[in-house]
């Protein structure tokens, strides 16, 4: 019989502290990560660049800033896909960075990441809900081959958390959080299996405005599109 999935569980304070650290982690090393990344593009960015560039930098940046920091952990980066990921030391870890939607760190409401996502994170849910031995809604996506992370690691072994992280332009915070996503619809997770909630961070210092995602931002996934031919 396929099991239901389990209410979602959120962590904070001390409890998420807990959680973070058995996987090596903390949430001022997560937090940090986002701040420097969001720190970077500004510092960089061009008034006179396509709306579009803020976003992709920020993006970029703090998928950046993440990897140098876990790289010190012991943490790999791999890009099978151009789905960039840091995978742990013990290879049971990956960590995908993705903007989130208003409700990201509320740990009252249900987030979901600000725009869809293609095959590569719909196979790694997919893989997700599989490992817990959960049967949850998701669309068919395509047979990607090698393993999501390429074959110098066991996709089998793997759980795929997403590293969610939003400017709240009016309260001047930035908000994130690390959780493990276990089904989606349209490229959009809609459940969670764990959210770990981190500490706000202010933004002093950094211009942000109601643009705070600097118009769309591109897929880290690879998306495949089917036609019907004849």
């Excluded at 998420?16 to 090596?24: D, H, K, V």
């Amino acid at each position: 019989m396929p099991q239901v999935p389990a209410e979602t569980r959120s962590l904070v304070g001390e409890d998420a502290e807990t959680e973070l650290g058995r996987m090596g982690l903390s949430s001022a090393l997560l937090v940090q990560a986002c701040v420097d990344g969001l720190r970077a593009a500004d510092n960089q960015h061009d008034p006179f660049e396509p709306a579009i560039s803020l976003g992709f930098q920020r993006w970029s940046k703090t998928v950046g800033a993440l990897r140098a920091a876990l790289e010190e952990l012991g943490w790999t980066k791999h890009d099978h896909l151009n789905a960039p990921r840091s995978v742990s030391p013990d290879g049971t870890v990956a960590i995908a960075v993705i903007g989130g939607n208003q409700d990201t760190g509320d740990p009252g409401h249900k987030p979901e990441n600000a725009r869809a996502r293609g095959a590569v994170l719909l196979s790694e849910v997919q893989a997700n809900a599989a490992r817990r031995g959960t049967a949850v809604p998701c669309q068919l996506t395509l047979d990607l081959g090698d393993a999501p992370l390429g074959p110098a690691v066991d996709a089998r072994a793997v759980s795929t958390w997403i590293l969610l992280n939003r400017v709240d332009a009016g309260a001047r915070v930035l908000r994130c959080e690390l959780s493990l996503p276990l089904s989606c619809h349209d490229g959009v997770v809609d459940q969670w299996a764990r959210r770990i909630i981190l500490p706000e961070a202010p933004v002093d210092g950094i211009a942000v405005d109601g643009r705070q995602d600097g118009g769309i931002l591109p897929s880290d996934d690879v998306d495949f599109e089917v036609t019907a031919v004849g």
